[in-house]
């Protein structure tokens, strides 16, 4: 069955009741969960943001951000609609975050971009289908082997937990390791995850080494639970 990475991530927050309801649509048929989700609607909220930041990290080049943000204020220039206005205004707060950022420290010294790359697959965990994304792969060498590194931009209103984006990480380690590891050596410290919305950052190897504690297969294992009933 399919699940939510926004679910699958919050789900150790949710109240009993949010906790339950997820159970009772994960239980629905696939065309019905389709047509509540069309139903609900809405877009990205962050996606402006997110993919200034994003070329502007790919390119090492400043002007996606600086431009994005012109382009932002002058669509709030032109709205009286407050909802509209704060979502404008939390979308240039991250973009003024990132304005003057090196983007260079995400990567090794030296290594190529991933053009051909897998921005996002479906990966089977257990009884569970999850949409895993990554925005940037970039190969480099160390110690004479090719090794391959990732990145993804993450936002929402209030900043992720460590242990949310260690969930993140995990995912996009999965992914990585399935799309790329027949050529590459895929390195835990360059799977990383950025939340965007606070700028704090965290890679795959803190979760191996423990420094992040492993949540993805226990919460999994909870929802497995869950449904049980």
Not at 96 to 105: A, P, Q, V
Not at 179 to 190: F, I, L, R
Request: aromatic share 10%; glycine share 4%.
């Amino acid at each position: 069955m399919k699940i939510k990475i926004k679910d699958l991530i919050e789900f150790a927050g949710y109240s009993d009741r949010r906790k339950s309801n997820l159970v009772e649509r994960l239980r629905l048929p696939a065309a019905a969960v389709e047509e509540i989700e069309v139903s609900e609607g809405g877009g990205d909220y962050w996606v402006r943001c997110i993919s200034a930041i994003k070329a502007s990290c790919k390119e090492n080049d400043l002007s996606f951000i600086l431009q994005k943000i012109d382009d932002i204020n002058n669509d709030r220039r032109n709205t009286q609609h407050r909802p509209t206005i704060d979502k404008y205004d939390r979308n240039l707060r991250i973009l003024h975050n990132f304005s003057s950022y090196n983007f260079l420290d995400f990567f090794p010294e030296q290594f190529e971009l991933l053009e051909k790359t897998v921005k996002e697959g479906e990966l089977q965990i257990g009884d569970f289908y999850l949409k895993a994304k990554i925005h940037i792969s970039f190969s480099f060498e160390e110690d004479g082997i090719e090794k391959v590194g990732a990145i993804l931009f993450v936002a929402r209103k209030d900043r992720y937990t460590k242990s949310e984006l260690g969930i993140f990480a995990e995912l996009m380690y999965r992914l990585v390791e399935a799309n790329y590891s027949d050529n590459y050596q895929v390195a835990p410290e360059h799977i990383l995850v950025v939340d965007v919305t606070s700028t704090e950052s965290l890679n795959y190897a803190s979760v191996l080494n423990g420094q992040v504690p492993s949540q993805l297969n226990n919460t999994l294992n909870e929802i497995q639970r869950l449904l049980r009933y």
